[in-house]
């Protein structure tokens, strides 16, 4: 295979933190490449410097063999390298066709535009309406927007970080056919992801880095998962130990009856009569397709807004539907948001500050309007110490934690409030094998304490792994609640695509 892209002994340092130390790595047309690391090994450092955001301290980069120096993200398009990021970088209310011109140089969204669009959405085999505005599409239509836009440039590299996160099982298999195809036609594919068994199935081969430096490289089909994760995280990955069955006369944390929210800007879809309850010891979970009103309920249970009747909400027997969040948080409810720098952490405040953000009334951080500064850093260096959260210190800002790693504070910042209620959307959401099994062990442990969760997600192993009982929204509505031993896969996925209707009134 033709050599499209190497780094050459790169190191990246920022200021005392060595994020990419002698990194040597080499990109072939063709060629689904796998980049594997647990949070903070350096990947996004990588990224960037594939994609000209930063320049190595010492090494180089080759461009089909002859040295270069890129200047810049333009200069990365110019020869052919796209980037698809983690973080969508769309306007909600623009149309995908005017998304995909600001992209491209004097891009116009004109008819001609929309018939390429539609062009290589065929070719490719990812179904998208270029008139559509984005605000409504569904998280997988919004990265299908990402990936025509970044085809519009006719990559010869294609870079894709975390591309199925949030995406259900068959949108992944769609994803992995349209990356095959890419990799027919010759194009080199760099996939960076934290789900061992796609990268088995798509890439033929796997580059593991751990603390900024290339440990291995293999064949990911001739090795196990657990191969995988071991090289990743430098140790054995321990499986979750459970946690008791629950008891069914256990106490009511939440009860949820005929909740009703109109479709609005706080979720695709509104709600529809939702009723369902969660106990005391028990992780309830909730699959379904991104946009189809996961939304509008954590907002409806979260207090981000109110419903029409207190009663709609119960909180260990008290009406909670018109109560503001804080008052839901001092009657022991706390919450993971699924976006977790829009409404989980402040990019710009530094950890200690993050901290405080929910905990500072449950934790008595302030007093007669004046905050506690010793015991908000006490509390953030507690989250770190437990969540192995790698970061420069107390200091640091939260923006300047990589993803899984901030993902890792806010969930430690919400579990050790010891609330009687957990809302976690998607808490393993970009975080290596280590790190989610970590994640998941505190999820279990916290059950078997007594408290309530209530667990929405796309992952459908991780709902099958850890909950009691299960249901799925689509369009709003719920279907009716089962216990996890009768649930799998494919009915799952057959109530997400909104294929089975099974609805509870």
Same mark, same amino acid.
């Given at each position: ?36 690391? $647990?949070?903070?090994? +350096? ?43 983690q973080h969508f970088s769309l306007f909600d209310a623009l149309t995908v066709a ?12 004109? %008819?001609?535009?929309?018939?390429? &669009?539609?062009? *290589?959405?065929?070719?490719? =085999?990812?179904?998208?309406? @270029? ?6 599409? %569904? ?23 975390? @591309? ?32 061992? #068994? ?17 440990? #291995? ?12 994760a071991e090289m990743m995280i430098g140790q054995r990955l321990t499986a979750p130990?459970?946690? @008791? ?22 979720? *695709? ?47 260990? #027997? ?58 908000? %850093? ?5 989250? &770190? ?6 970061? !420069? ?5 939260? #923006? %300047?934690?990589? =993803? =899984?790693?901030?993902?890792?504070? &806010?969930? +430690? ?23 989610? !099994? ?10 078997a304490s007594g408290a309530g969760i209530l667990l929405i997600s796309e992952d459908?192993? $991780? ?17 009716? @609640? ?10 799952? +996925? ?12």
């Amino acid at each position: 295979m033709t050599e499209l892209l190497a780094l050459h002994r790169t190191t990246k340092r920022y200021g005392a933190v060595v994020a990419n130390a002698d990194i040597s790595l080499s990109l072939k047309a063709g060629e689904v490449h796998a980049l594997l690391g $647990e949070n903070g090994a +350096g990947k996004s450092t990588v990224v960037k410097t594939i994609c000209g955001l930063v320049e190595p301290d010492s090494g180089f980069l080759s461009w089909r063999g002859e040295r270069v120096i890129l200047t810049g993200p333009a200069d990365a398009r110019a020869k052919g390298i796209a980037v698809v990021f983690q973080h969508f970088s769309l306007f909600d209310a623009l149309t995908v066709a005017e998304n995909i011109a600001l992209g491209l140089d004097n891009g116009r969204a004109d %008819s001609a535009l929309a018939d390429r &669009i539609r062009d *290589l959405a065929q070719r490719y =085999g990812l179904a998208i309406d @270029p008139s559509a505005v984005v605000g409504n599409l %569904s998280v997988g239509e919004m990265q299908r927007v990402e990936i025509i836009r970044a085809l519009m440039q006719d990559p010869q590299l294609l870079v894709l970080d975390e @591309p199925t996160s949030v995406l259900t099982p068959a949108e992944v298999e769609a994803l992995i056919r349209t990356l095959r195809l890419l990799a027919d036609e010759g194009r080199g594919i760099l996939y960076i992801s934290h789900k061992l #068994g796609e990268i088995r199935q798509l890439c033929d081969r796997v580059t593991v880095l751990r603390s900024g430096k290339v440990v #291995g490289e293999t064949d990911p089909k001739a090795s196990t998962p657990d191969q995988l994760a071991e090289m990743m995280i430098g140790q054995r990955l321990t499986a979750p130990s459970g946690k @008791p069955p629950v008891n069914s006369d256990a106490r009511i944390l939440l009860e949820v009856e005929h909740l009703n929210a109109p479709a609005g800007p706080l979720g *695709l879809s509104g709600l529809h009569d939702l009723t369902f309850t969660v106990l005391a010891g028990e992780i309830f979970g909730i699959a379904g397709v991104a946009g189809n009103g996961q939304k509008a309920l954590l907002a409806a249970l979260s207090g981000e807004f109110p419903v029409s009747s207190d009663s709609m909400i119960r909180l260990n #027997g008290v009406a909670i539907g018109r109560m503001p969040p804080q008052a839901r948080r001092s009657r022991g409810l706390a919450y993971v948001p699924p976006d977790r720098l829009g409404t989980g952490a402040v990019p710009d405040l530094d950890l200690s500050e993050n901290a405080l953000l929910s905990a500072y009334r449950r934790l008595a951080m302030a007093a007669r309007g004046l905050l506690h500064p010793g015991k908000a %850093s006490h509390f953030a260096q507690q989250i &770190i110490r437990q969540f192995d959260v790698r970061s !420069a210190g107390l200091s640091a800002r939260a #923006g %300047s934690l990589s =993803g =899984g790693n901030l993902q890792k504070f &806010i969930v +430690g910042r919400e579990m050790l409030q010891a609330p009687s209620l957990l809302l976690a959307a998607h808490p393993t959401w970009g975080v290596d094998a280590g790190a989610a !099994a970590a994640i998941h062990q505190a999820l279990l442990d916290l059950a078997a304490s007594g408290a309530g969760i209530l667990l929405i997600s796309e992952d459908l192993d $991780e709902l099958l792994a850890l909950a009691d009982r299960i249901a799925v929204i689509c369009d709003g509505r719920l279907s009716k @609640p089962m216990a996890v031993a009768d649930a799998d896969a494919t009915t799952m +996925g057959l109530l997400m695509a909104g294929e089975a209707v099974d609805a509870a009134h």
